[in-house]
């Protein structure tokens, strides 16, 4: 069985850009979580997604945003990109049940010069 | 009170040490609890869960107890692969998991 899947591996982007990050969950997993952790820091909370819908999100700018696609894909995008958005970018997936364990993709490293 | 808090370490034990890690949590009402390992610059992995009556993994113990709000993760006879952070996670009141910021080990020959 597949696991958690993001994309880009890596991405490089410049002070201002755009980034958008991809994730694609574990098959039958409905629940689609973000967190960033910075160089050397824990994990910090960003979004989570449910069938579709945002239930909770993490004390974060309004820049960066997100979705959920009708196949349980999920989309991050950070917009107005600053040199301290720079951080590994974790997908995780858990299927419905309340409190589930997450099971983590390999993650996304965004480097902004 | 955060709501859950590890010491960071870093624990230096020799192989074949016994170690334990602790972890306070702040929701008396939480329900989920488990174990994550982090090696360097990777995805964290599920562990264990931590169940009420405690459970047991081959050479990893994980205790529960919720009258003073921690869990426990014990390592027996540790190898140098253990070396990774260890965090900590406990259910959140709306349904997502909290994250602890870890507890490194290092596991020397």
């Known amino acids: 069985e597949a696991g958690v899947t993001q994309s880009p591996t890596h991405l490089i982007k410049t002070r201002g850009q755009q980034a958008t990050l991809r994730c694609s969950p574990i098959s039958g997993h409905t629940s689609v979580y973000w967190y960033q952790q910075a160089l050397g820091l824990g994990l910090q909370f960003l979004l989570w997604?449910?069938?579709?819908?945002?239930?909770n999100r993490g004390n974060f700018p309004p820049r960066f945003s997100g979705r959920q696609f009708p196949n349980y894909s999920s989309e991050l995008n950070v917009n107005a990109l600053e040199l301290e958005d720079s951080a590994l970018y974790l997908c995780a997936s858990s299927d419905s049940s309340y409190n589930s364990p997450l099971h983590f993709g390999n993650g996304t490293r965004l480097t902004v010069t | 009170r955060k709501e859950v808090e590890q010491d960071p370490g870093p624990f230096n034990v020799p192989e074949g040490a016994t170690v334990a890690f602790n972890c306070t949590y702040s929701n008396s009402a939480s329900q989920s609890f488990f174990w994550y390992r982090q090696d360097c610059r990777k995805e964290p992995k599920l562990l264990m869960s931590v169940y009420s009556s405690g459970n047991e993994d081959g050479r990893f113990t994980a205790q529960l107890n919720r009258a003073s709000q921690y869990i426990s993760l014990l390592i027996r006879d540790s190898k140098l692969s253990d070396s990774a952070t260890y965090l900590c996670?406990?259910?959140?009141?709306?349904?997502?998991?909290?994250f602890g910021k870890g507890t490194k080990l290092s596991v020397k020959p």
């Open positions: 996670v406990v259910g959140g009141s709306q349904g997502n998991l909290i």
């Open positions: 997604y449910d069938e579709g819908e945002e239930r």
